[in-house]
């Protein structure tokens, strides 16, 4: 796993991406009372809407995801392992105010990131249809209202197995990867990258440390676009610099 660098966040930046080819899934409410999501991400919800029985369920798949821009993709998500006996939340910062708790929302989103699956037993998230052996961008959102979060995720990539938590006695604030969101900073700055395996699939396992259940709002991918050819030769002319300075 990598943490997003400058080199990447110039490759976002320059690349041949763009905000519009991310990957949202905002886990929603069974029975909103509004709907909400983030503007153009993907809702999942448990009332039966995506072919699954509502409140409770073994398995779940969504075969083609959207991107931000409504672009249809061959990328899916399989949920399998838990039953989701507490199958949605409301954070209690949602749309009725808009104004999340401690500002722990990220610039680029909003407070309709305000509902989440929750549980005691271990789920896996599995995306597919990505590029075998391309980097991608990725964030999974973890939330809880009423106890504290004790999420314990464990992604699977092409570099192997990657751990890491969410962890807060606080109720109500988004934690975005293993960090608290704020709402100073970017979305993107909290990506971390991981690199699709020979099948195209990143899952990952999120379970809990006792005694609270876990909490996942939602997650988000998107590719690590190539740079730009003038990205690369500004690149390739720091480190020319560089080198000139260290030879010194």
Known sequence: MLRLTAAAACAFVTGTASASSLIGIDFNDRVPTTGLSP??????????????????????????????????????????????????????????????????VAEGLDSSID????????????????????????????????????NVI?????????????????????????ELGDSTRSFQSYAHIYTADAN????????????NSWGVAGLAVQLVPAPSAGAMLAIAGLAAARRRRDSE
């Open 39 to 104: 503007l153009g991400w993907n809702t999942i919800t448990l009332d039966g809407a995506q072919g699954n029985p509502a409140n409770s369920f073994t398995g779940l798949t969504v075969n083609s995801l959207s991107t931000t821009g409504g672009e249809a993709t061959g990328i899916g998500l399989e949920i399998t392992g838990s039953q989701f006996l507490n199958d949605f939340g409301v954070s209690g910062f949602g749309p009725q105010d808009g104004t999340p708790a401690g500002g722990t």
């Open 115 to 150: 509902d989440y699956f929750t549980d005691t037993a271990e789920a896996s998230f599995r995306l597919s249809g990505l590029e075998s052996g391309k980097e991608y961008y990725f964030w999974v959102m973890g939330l809880r209202a009423f106890s504290g979060l004790t």
């Open 154 to 178: 464990s992604v699977q990539s092409a570099e192997g197995s990657t751990e890491f938590s969410q962890i807060d006695t606080a109720v109500s604030r988004l934690w975005i990867n293993d």
């Open 200 to 211: 195209g699939e990143i899952s990952f396992a999120i379970n809990r440390e006792a005694p």
